[in-house]
Each structure stands twice: as C-alpha cells, then as structure tokens.
C-alpha cells in the first residue's frame, strides 16, 4: 500500500497549530480529507471488531474521574478478583466463532501484579493468542521485564491510553502523571509490543485540549498502530456523572483528525458508542474509523448488542476484517 498521503509521508513533527488547522476544517471538508487518506491506506468496506473482556474488576486504587471501576467513587459496579485463564479462552473461543479477531484484556490495576497473578495473565495471553487472535491487555503501568514477559507469551498490542490533553489531565486524574504513560508506552515498544493507545471526549475538556491529545498521539513515532477514541460514558457516581452530553460531531471531527494524522493506524470507535445515533456512527466510519468494540460490555459500561452490530455494519455493507494475528 502507498507510503504517502496526499504527496505527505508518514508524519510525527506535526505542530500543534497544524493539528488545530486540520480539527477546524469545515466538517465535510474534514470528512473528504479523512476518506481520502483512509482509502490510500485501509480497505474502505473492512471493520475489525474486537471484543473486550474484563478480567479484573473494581476496587482500582487510582482515581481516574471517568471510571467506575475506581475504589475511589461509589459507582455501582460488582468487584471480581482475576478470572480463571481457562474461561478467559472459553470467551475468546465464542468470540472467534462470531468473526472477532482481536481480543482486549483489561484489568483494573494501577500496574500490573509480580508473581502468580501476573503468571495467569501470560497464561491467558497464551491461550488466546493459540487461537489466532490478535490479543492486546491494559493491566496499568508496566516495568520493562513485563513487557518482555508478555511479547514472549504472544502479545499482540499494550493498550495504555493517554485520556486527553497534558493540561487538562490533572483535572481528571491525580493519581498518576503523563509521563509514567509515556514510561509505559516505551516500556511496550522496547519489547516489540504494538501500541494502542488514545483517548476519551466528553469529560469537560476544551477543543483545544482534544487537540492536544490529537497532537501527543502524532507525534510519537512510530504511530500508535491502534487508536481508541471513547466518548465518556457518564456513570452514575462518578464525578463525571452529570457531565452534558458530547456532541457526537466532536467524535467525527476527533476520528477524522487522527485519521489524517496517523494514515496507517487503526482508528477504533471504542466506549460510548451506544449513545451514537446509526447515522453518528456511520459519519465515524466515512471520517476513518475501522474498528469497533463489540460484546455487550464494554469492561462495565453497556454496548450495542451483537445483532445490532451485525445489522448496522451489514446495512452499510461493511465486513469484517481479517486476522493478521499469529
Ligand atoms: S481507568 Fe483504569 S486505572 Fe483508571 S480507575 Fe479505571 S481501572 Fe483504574
């Protein structure tokens, strides 16, 4: 496939004022520009669908303002210990069965566990990966040696997200600073591991600091080769809770701009997506997302069904795509 965009090769110098130029273009503009770039770099009928699995629930020491899953907040979420590998490979198994090729792990740690727990992870990470699957975690901050552990068990991708703008994360998290992520995420690509790695909209920031997330995630080289943009999903007891909604435009506008930023990575419509209109999601897809989350969960907040999917991605005449796992 083409190296170049547009006459433009693969960028990671972008400017922050470039970044806001190509956010602010006129949306059909936006939308053209993003399709463009999509069609010289991905299949345009092709969506991967990926199905999440939480493997450790609740009773999460950061304080991440989002999340229910914090032991911070009293959001009404059920607290499970990590589960036993072999019904994760059962899940993943079922999930295969229903076309999904990539498989997310995610476990409600600040970092990931030494010692037996951590050895039942690598032992899941095995088992799905023998299925064919691409298989990624996000288990919290990773230490170089994990990171080795975990590529030797066959994983695919670290999922390690940057949430939003470095001025604006102090306003939502406390616990941690940007750049332990950016420690973890260097951690990942020593060891080979794939990067996936995005944000969420919604949570009160300003343009400008979707921007900035949009500007931090162009300019790591190489890419992350997968970008999740979530739209908060306000759980009740959260501080985000009462949030206003997001306009689902800022999600087309956010999607489209890192498709032009990023011209090979997969942009994945990650959390959120059941407060999407059909025809909302459908502008994501022509803006440049490739990927959905499917499963009627997304870790503990609620998902399109999979009839639905099937239907909304059959009625647009869209596919899914391929493993390039194993
Ligand atoms: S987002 Fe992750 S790190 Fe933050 S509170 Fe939730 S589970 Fe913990």
């Not at 997200?161 to 616990?175: A, C, K, Q, V």
């Not at 420690?183 to 921007?211: N, P, Q, Y």
Request: charged share 25%.
């Amino acid at each position: 496939m083409a190296q170049t965009s547009g006459g433009i090769g693969l960028r990671h110098d972008w400017k922050k004022s470039e970044v806001q130029e190509i956010y602010e273009t006129p949306l059909p503009e936006l939308v053209y520009r993003a399709q463009t770039v999509h069609r010289e770099f991905h299949e345009p009928d092709r969506v991967q669908t990926c199905q999440l699995i939480s493997i450790k629930t609740g009773g999460c020491p950061e304080d991440c303002a989002y999340c229910p899953q914090s032991a911070h907040y009293e959001a009404d979420v059920e607290r499970q210990g990590l589960l036993d590998p072999e019904h994760v490979v059962s899940v993943a198994r079922d999930a295969v069965a229903r076309g999904v090729t990539r498989m997310c792990m995610g476990a409600a740690w600040r970092e990931a566990p030494q010692g037996r727990e951590f050895e039942k992870v690598l032992e899941m990470v095995r088992g799905v990966s023998a299925l064919g699957l691409e298989v990624c975690c996000t288990l919290g901050m990773l230490t170089e040696g994990q990171a080795v552990k975990l590529k030797e068990a066959g994983l695919t991708a670290y999922n390690h997200n940057l949430d939003t703008s470095p001025e604006f994360y102090g306003s939502i998290i406390t616990t941690r600073v940007y750049d332990e992520r950016l420690k973890t995420l260097a951690a990942v690509r020593k060891a080979g591991i794939t990067v996936c790695c995005g944000g969420i909209l919604g949570m009160g920031e300003k343009a400008s600091d979707r921007v900035g997330l949009l500007h931090q995630l162009a300019t790591l080289k190489p890419h992350p080769e997968s970008v999740p943009i979530n739209m908060l999903v306000r759980v009740e007891g959260t501080p985000l809770a009462s949030m206003p909604a997001l306009n689902p435009l800022e999600m087309v506008r956010a999607i489209a701009t890192a498709r032009i930023l990023m011209p090979r990575s997969r942009v994945r419509l990650a959390a959120g997506r059941k407060q999407l209109s059909p025809e909302a999601v459908t502008l994501c897809f022509l803006a440049g997302a490739n990927s959905i989350f499917v499963g009627e969960k997304l870790l503990t907040t609620p998902n399109p069904g999979p009839d639905e999917d099937e239907q909304l991605l059959e009625s647009l005449g869209l596919k899914p795509l391929e493993s390039h796992a194993g």
